[in-house]
């Protein structure tokens, strides 16, 4: 296992995190009733398909949206503080100081019209009040620390004369110039090619264990998150349907939803002839939630219960929760490996 | 080791790599004409302004009665009007004046424009607010809201910078907004929020700077507006007031000698005809230097 220094402590707390957003359309739940803890130190990986909410719970815990379209309900505990009723300027230092992100696409991620130093050392700046020139060593620091050769030239290069990977590395120096104690990476790789996919997770990985910094990783990539998190939330339409250890979640995942992830990875000595496994159907729109359990209408278990009351989040094993009335049932009876297949 | 000589030699790429890029926006400079003419027109009005009136051997405003209505000859090569004043040298004091104003308006309301396009993109109550109030000036016609706001503050040259500079404003907003409304979703700017960057911060830092290629492309235009408007101004007598040589005072005193004295209208009017393009084959040479998507759709 690849986790750090396990105190069980949760650095980061969220509680029944709720997001809406006004629409012309009526009012919009993109995450809805989300609540998970982030332990000290670990790498916990939020997966799930696109428009599931994983990264409108990312963008909610550090609070980016235009408060006048974005309602916030529930709680997020940091330190002592519930990030959701701290005034503007308060949560201006929890931003990049206590908490960084990284984004999906490092070309849109950086100002094409400033040097990647002079980019770094604002994101120092902004928080500490030190001169240029300490924030200059700090920048070199950091591009050493994230792999980037020849710092001292590269720091005074505009974004478009890097490579992806290197923006990729250039933002997670940015996450890192506060030394902040959550790095949120939302798709940190989906932009980058695999290869560079390999260097970047591995070091994100490295610099959790240096720098005992907790990371919620973002990502619909299962193999990654097989590799790297040491907990998983599983979301489905703006809930969480599964939470598990990693290893208990890819060898007895308990929600349909996760199996039928499971199932969709190719695997090398899989048989060719055969296609793919499918989850049939969309996501419904968040406009025409279905009543009852929000995958029914996907779901090969699914009966009238299912589709006519929500189950709640419960706990089936220890550290291990699902959203299913059948969860018992169909983990027991291996019954879902063959209704999948 | 390896990765160092690799790294020199990638270094030597890269300057060679700059090199052949310098070379190639020094060509597009080159080879784009209506930059190249309208730079070299501005240039020299610019240059007249500046040095024009050290070298001249007449007086603007010494009139001489015993030579009104000369033709241009070698002594007055503009000629003189019906005070017997030196045409060429009203003319070259007048692209002090006029260029000067032009320079102001177009600093000016740059400012102005720049700041209530960035913060209109960005506050939306703000929005509702001065963009109405910017269709409100942009309604009227901008002789008619000159003249006007010249008749409130008092035939000045200040003031006419002043009332030029309110009606070119919402000109220049409007770019700056459209522009800063676009940027202001970019995932750069997220990102900087992403690090607990203040409003002002994301909006002086990050998103000016990326208005500013469009920003300046549309200041050369209201530089060529500001000088008609103010030769309009001050042909009308709402202007710069008398005997100060204005191009546009200068037409103005032109135009009741005009079957008599060709040239008291001539040289004062192909000056501004000059000064107008100019500006606006700079403008238009710029645009296509900085804006990439509307040069290569022309292609």
Redesign the interface.
């Known amino acids: 296992m690849n986790g750090a220094t396990m105190d069980n402590e949760p650095i980061l707390k969220v509680d029944k995190l709720k997001t809406s957003f006004k629409t012309e359309r009526g009012k919009v739940t993109a995450v809805d009733g989300v609540s998970f803890d982030l332990l000290k130190g670990e790498i916990l990986g939020i997966v799930g398909e696109s428009g599931c909410g994983k990264s409108a719970t990312a963008q909610s815990i ?1 609070r ?1 949206y235009d408060e ?1 379209q974005a309602i916030h309900e529930g709680e997020i505990w940091f330190e002592g503080k519930e990030l959701l009723s701290l005034r503007p ?1 308060e949560m ?6 206590d908490i ?6 490092p070309l ?7 040097t990647i130093g002079n980019q770094i050392a ?2 120092i700046l ?2 500490k009040s030190i001169s240029k020139r300490e924030a200059y060593a700090r920048v070199l620091e950091l591009l050493r620390l994230t792999g980037i ?2 710092p001292e ?1 590269r720091i005074n290069e505009y974004p478009h004369e890097l490579s992806g990977g290197m923006r990729q590395r250039v ?1 997670i120096a ?1 996450a890192l ?1 506060c030394e902040s104690k959550i790095m949120i990476a939302d798709e940190p790789t989906t932009a980058l090619d695999v290869t560079i996919q390999a260097q970047i997770m591995s070091m994100i990985v490295e610099l959790n264990q240096k720098l005992d910094m907790g990371v919620i990783l973002i990502t619909h990539d299962l193999g990654v998150v097989a590799e790297v998190c040491t907990r998983v939330v599983v979301m489905y339409l703006g809930q969480v349907v599964e939470e598990a250890d990693v290893e208990n979640l890819f060898t007895r995942p308990l929600h349909p939803y996760t199996q039928g992830l499971m199932k969709s990875i190719p695997q090398l000595d899989c048989d060719r002839s055969k296609p793919l496994l499918v989850i049939e159907g969309t996501v419904p729109s968040l406009h025409q939630i279905p009543e009852g359990c929000r995958f029914a209408t996907r779901c090969p278990f699914a009966d009238d219960l299912c589709r006519s009351k929500m189950p709640p989040l419960e706990q089936y094993a220890p550290g291990q929760r699902a959203r299913c009335w059948h969860a018992e049932t169909i983990s027991k009876k291996g019954e879902a490996i063959r209704a999948w297949t | 080791m390896t ?1 160092s000589s690799e ?1 020199i030699d990638l ?1 030597a790429v890269k300057s060679a790599l700059k090199k052949e890029q310098n070379k190639i926006l020094w060509r597009q400079i080159m080879t784009n004409g209506s930059l190249f003419v309208g730079f070299v027109i501005i240039a020299f009005l610019i240059l007249v302004a500046l040095f024009g009136p050290l070298l001249m051997k007449h007086d603007p405003n010494t009139m001489d009665v015993l030579k009104r209505f000369a033709a241009p000859s070698a002594d007055h090569w503009f000629g003189t009007d019906n005070l017997g004043r030196d045409v060429l040298a009203r003319v070259i004091y007048g692209t002090r004046i006029s260029m000067g104003i032009g320079v102001a308006v177009a600093i000016i309301a740059s400012m102005s424009g720049l700041i209530v396009g960035i913060y209109s993109s960005y506050y ?1 109550w703000l929005d509702h607010l001065l963009m109405r109030l910017s269709d409100g000036i942009m309604a009227f016609p901008g002789l008619l809201l000159a003249l006007a706001l010249m008749a409130a503050l008092g035939g000045q040259a200040s003031n006419v910078v002043i009332a030029v500079s309110i009606v070119a404003t919402p000109y220049i907003a409007r770019v700056v907004r459209s522009e800063a409304l676009a940027l202001k979703e ?3 700017v ?9 409003d002002s ?1 994301i909006i002086w ?2 998103i000016a ?2 208005t500013l290629s469009s920003l300046i492309v549309q200041a050369t235009f209201i530089f060529a507006e500001a000088i008609i408007v103010e030769a309009a101004l001050s042909f009308l007598g709402a202007g710069i007031p008398p005997p100060a040589p204005s191009w546009g005072n200068i037409l103005s005193d032109g135009k009741t000698y005009i079957y008599k004295a060709w040239w008291m209208t001539f040289f004062p009017g192909m000056t501004i005809t000059l000064a107008i393009i100019g500006l606006n084959l700079f403008g238009d040479g710029l645009r296509d230097l900085l804006d990439p998507h509307v040069s290569k759709a022309k292609k």
């Open positions: 550090l980016l006048k300027p201006d230092k929890v931003r990049g100081n960084s992100m990284i984004f999906q696409d849109s991620s950086l100002n094409p019209v400033f604002e994101a902004i928080h050769p020849a030239k933002m940015m110039a | 990765i790294s270094h939306k970019q995932t750069f997220e990102a900087t929020r992403a690090l607990g960057a203040s911060r830092q990050h700077p990326n």
